[in-house]
């Protein structure tokens, strides 16, 4: 029995544009941030650490 195969949604036009603008803005944020040393470590975060034992204590992980 085969299923139909979904295309993959894409965007186009003004949608586009507008997704690279801001994924471009969220690199150099990311690269300035980086070089001046000033990101915080990801480990010490509260939701980090929830989902850290939720993965440990569930079936999944």
């Known amino acids: 029995m085969a299923r139909p195969i979904k295309a ?12 690279l603008k801001r994924a471009d803005a969220a690199e150099r944020r990311y ?4 070089e001046a040393g000033t990101l ?3 480990t010490k975060d509260p ?13 999944l992980y």
Do not use: C
């Open 8 to 19: 993959i949604p894409t965007l186009t036009g003004e949608a586009a544009s507008i997704f």
């Open 40 to 42: 915080r470590d990801i």
């Open 47 to 59: 939701g980090y650490i929830s989902m850290k034992k939720i993965l440990k204590n569930s079936t």
């Open 31 to 34: 690269k300035e941030r980086k």
